[in-house]
């Protein structure tokens, strides 16, 4: 069973590389300009790939923090 997650794209650092659409396409995307993004309705979601995903990414623009450790909306 996988534990939920609280995923995010940092674009100020994210170079459009695509790792992580990709790794997670369910749940990532890029926009028109290459650069990731989290789905709408997406940013707390679950699956084995979503680690996977912050681990592929080569600027470490993924986050991927357990959801039951923060309040909602923070
Ligand atoms: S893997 Fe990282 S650099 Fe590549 S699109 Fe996703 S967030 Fe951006």
Redesign the pocket.
């Known amino acids: 069973m996988s534990v939920p997650v609280r995923v995010a794209?940092d674009r100020t650092r994210?170079?459009?590389?695509?790792?992580?659409?990709l790794t997670a396409p369910d749940v990532?995307a890029?926009d028109d300009d290459g650069?990731?993004t989290v789905r709408p309705g997406r940013a707390e979601a679950a699956g084995p790939m979503l680690r996977e995903a912050a681990r592929?990414?080569?600027?470490g623009?993924?986050t991927v923090r357990d959801a039951a450790a923060e309040p909602p909306g923070v």
Request: glycine residues 16%.
């Open positions: 794209v994210c170079i459009g590389a695509g790792q992580c659409a990532f890029q650069f990731g592929v990414c080569p600027v623009a993924v």
